[in-house]
């Protein structure tokens, strides 16, 4: 493909180091020039996505929908430089806040989670409506891959409780997709992922009081014992506020791994060999639609880190590139990396 190929930086070829680089480099952040747009959903609650232009875009231009990952919102680092390319590249680009999350804090008490597939297509069918000349892509990092793959496989199976103009979306994008969650969470429950875990809760400990301090019905549940586990947060957070039976129940209803033979937008998932978070055993033999689907691997990347080497030697966060590249040409003309 006419994409440059991933070449990890050589002082950083572990998975677990590109990884804890995300945290250490957060990088430079583009000013804020987006305008807050209220998206309401099926449920009565509401979320908010951040849209962002360049000074002369038509009303045709592409539109790219960009969704943040676990504990994260549209003021992600990597969000933000993948959104003020586009911008630049003349797309419109629309940063979804996951439910709750973000500018979204004071329009939903329900909790975001992976498998709020009903959320995102109501911002999809938004977007149809607001720009109806438009083409449409879409693009999940970390949890919200696992969201955008769900929403496809439904609306390819005709099960999505929504009518999705699935032939508005030009290409989807799935970043280190949580595809088995259930497995995932087994995963981070290891020894080796423990800091891991810890920086996740940590993060979503302090969406928990910010939650807390505003709705009710987080008060009324417990704060002790101490959470110590992805599995113990969605047990006690996620699935009871989310209406599911436990977290078992959340888990199975929410991957998105049993959907995927039903996809039928060109759709590309991203997945590196050494994520310490995602593991890519998953994906050894998961079934997918060859029609529309490609599974690109890579090496020593990490999950969500990705720092490497340009052709002239120079850093780069080749995933943000790998992403932009790919909206910026509409298609799924992919191979190895």
Known sequence: MNQLPYRPHPLIRSG???TL???VRCGWRPPYRAKEIVVPLHDGESLVVHEELGDATPSNAPLSILIHGLGGDHRSPYLQRIAHRLAIAGHRVWRVDLRGCGAGLNHAWRPPHAGRSLDLAAVIVRAAREYPQAAINVAGFSLSGNIVLKMLGEAGANQLQLDLPLDRIQLALAIA???DLSVCADNMDRVSRRIYTKYYLRVLADQVNQRRSIWPQWKQIPATPTVRT???FDSRY????SGFQDTDHYYSESSSISKLT???TPTLILIDRHDPIVTSRIFRTISLNADSTNLVFTERGGHMGY???DASGKVIRWMEYFVQNQL???TNDTGPC
């Open 16 to 18: 677990h180091l590109q």
């Open 21 to 23: 680089m995300v945290g």
């Open 177 to 179: 997709a949580p595809v």
């Open 230 to 232: 992805i599995r113990q």
């Open 238 to 241: 996620t699935a009871p506020l």
């Open 262 to 264: 039903s996809i039928v």
């Open 307 to 309: 720092f490497g080497l």
């Open 328 to 330: 910026l040409r509409g």
